[in-house]
């Protein structure tokens, strides 16, 4: 299902608090550079226990653009949103603890992003905290 | 740490911290953790606050490098998330892949993904067991979990060639076919191992010390865990009477019969049962599945290079820790766009700071243990 990103909180809201969609599976994003505008998808799986029915909501957001958080909605998108963020850089309103997760907290760059090589790294970061010239 | 004395006036000097608070620091280098995780603690006296994850220390990028491989290529990568439970996470990717191309694996091929899936979900639980009592001070159960676990690990070897890493499946199917006396083996396997599970029991479910540090530790009830988008053994032990092999079959789990183990209390205690029932129902699957071992190719037709069509597809199936989801895009090239590995461990590990609130800092032992992560599995 793709929706505006206007109304992407309101039908999260709904199918969560009428539809019992109420584990949320995943948050995850996908970037396509390539598009002028709305450079990410942003997804929620969702899964109803009652019914036993798995749903895919998606909207497209521009770079930049921040989205609200369902950490309200589902406790559980908190670490899942700080991983989108941590790879992304999509922010997220409202939500309680907005950091990195996996990389280091003063790491530069979203590793996830296209324009973000394999082998790029955050030279100034390794150099100054482990010493060496490259981590690979 | 500080003491307060009256003649000295620490309070107002910001190095020393408030007497009634202390903040320690479990890991990322402690026996407990299983890997690189550490915890920072807040506690009071023995009485823990609360709890902070602070997890990466194992990130390899696993997303970014698929996007630099083709389909195939990937395959080997995803054995190393999830180290103890490979050929769960093999299995989840191949299935996922089939989805998008819209190919299905054979009959054979099947039941051969189920017996080698169900072994792995036994070996996984071993070593679980295994470190977990360890951790509380039971030093058998480990010897006797790995001895048993070396007869699995064989057959994984004798099969594949590789005991932990094994790369077993390949997209449509499986790579090799069963090696002479296969079927043998694995049903001596379950006559073998059956009567080690009691072993296990006679060790653990009736010890006084076992159920003093396990039962009402780390209590979750059933919505907490779905609030907490918590799967596997942990939501069962809760009650929730939840599987994907039950809920959304694949791989033809809709043909074998077996029960859904669940707890009552969503207590580390009820989690142990839970687990070793699904040990006994897993030999359970193992044994129909190599009875009704159907004749036939292993392999569907799969094109040599792959090459889907545009689109994008979730899978998910029952991995030993949990829900083991894959979502992986296509842009129509060799390389998968994206690929997204929703871990069961990542989001089960985010649980951790709600189970040991009011408990002591022994009990954050076995919290870690009961949740069973694995590190490589929570960074990628």
């Keep these: 299902m793709v929706v505006d990103p206007s109304i992407a909180y309101e039908v999260l809201q709904i199918l969560h608090n009428d539809e019992s969609y109420d584990y949320c599976v995943d948050v995850t994003a996908v970037h396509y550079p390539k598009r002028e505008k709305q450079e990410f998808d942003l997804i929620w799986i969702l899964y109803s226990f009652a019914q036993n029915e798995r749903i895919r909501v998606k909207t497209q957001i521009t770079d930049g653009a921040t989205v609200k958080s369902v950490v309200g909605l589902w406790p559980t998108a908190n670490w899942l949103e700080r991983e989108v963020y941590d790879m992304f850089g999509i922010k997220f309103e409202g939500h309680p603890d907005l950091r990195r997760i996996l990389l280091p907290e003063d790491w530069k760059g979203f590793p996830l992003r296209k324009e973000h090589g394999i082998k790029q790294q955050d030279q100034a970061w390794v150099q100054a905290n482990l010493g060496i010239q490259s981590g690979q | 740490m500080t003491t307060a004395t009256s003649n000295l006036d620490l309070h107002e000097d910001k190095t020393f911290l408030d007497s009634t608070e202390l903040i320690l620091n479990m890991g990322p280098q402690h026996p407990s953790t299983h890997g690189v995780l550490r915890v920072i603690l807040k506690l009071d006296g023995e009485k823990v ?43 989840g990717y191949c299935e996922t892949v089939e989805k998008l191309i819209n ?70 199917g499986c790579q090799w076919e069963t090696y002479e006396g296969f079927e043998k083996e694995v049903l001596r396997l379950c006559d073998f191992f059956e009567p080690k599970i009691d072993e296990y029991e006679q060790l653990l ?22 609030a907490m988008g918590v799967t596997g053994p942990v939501l069962r032990g809760s009650g929730v009477k939840w599987d994907l092999r039950k809920a959304k079959p694949y791989s033809g789990y809709e043909k074998f019969d077996f029960e859904i183990a669940t707890g009552e209390n969503g207590d580390t205690y009820d989690r142990y049962i839970v687990r070793i029932r699904e040990m006994r129902q897993s030999v359970r699957i193992i044994r129909q599945a190599v009875e009704s071992l159907p004749a036939g190719p292993i392999m569907a037709k799969v094109p040599k290079v792959l090459k889907p069509l545009p689109g994008e597809v979730y899978h998910s199936i029952e991995a030993p820790k949990g829900e083991l989801g894959y979502f992986i895009v296509s842009d129509g090239s060799l390389q998968p766009y994206r690929i997204r590995v929703r871990p069961p461990s990542f989001v089960n590990l985010q649980a951790l700071d709600q189970m040991v609130r009011g408990r002591l800092i022994a009990d954050v032992v076995a919290i870690i243990g009961t949740i069973d992560i694995v590190l490589g599995e929570v960074d990628r």
């Design chain 2, 103 to 172: 190919v299905e694996a054979p009959p054979r091929a099947q039941h051969i993904r189920v017996i080698l899936t169900e072994l792995n979900r036994i070996t996984s639980h071993q070593v679980w067991l295994g470190t977990h009592a360890l951790d509380l001070g039971a030093m058998t159960p480990v010897f006797y979990c790995f001895r048993d676990r070396e007869e699995i690990l064989k057959i994984f070897e004798k099969y594949c060639g590789a005991r932990l890493t094994t790369h077993a499946f390949r997209v449509g």
């Design chain 2, 49 to 91: 606050l609360g709890a902070e994850c602070v997890i990466g220390y194992l990130h390899r990028g696993v997303e970014k490098i698929a996007e630099n491989r083709t389909y195939t290529q990937f395959g080997p990568y995803v054995d190393r998330m999830d180290y103890v439970a490979s050929v769960s996470n093999g299995l």
């Design chain 2, 205 to 226: 479910t009736t010890n006084r010390i076992w159920i003093e540090r396990t039962k009402g530790v780390g209590v979750i009830s059933g919505p907490q865990c779905i």
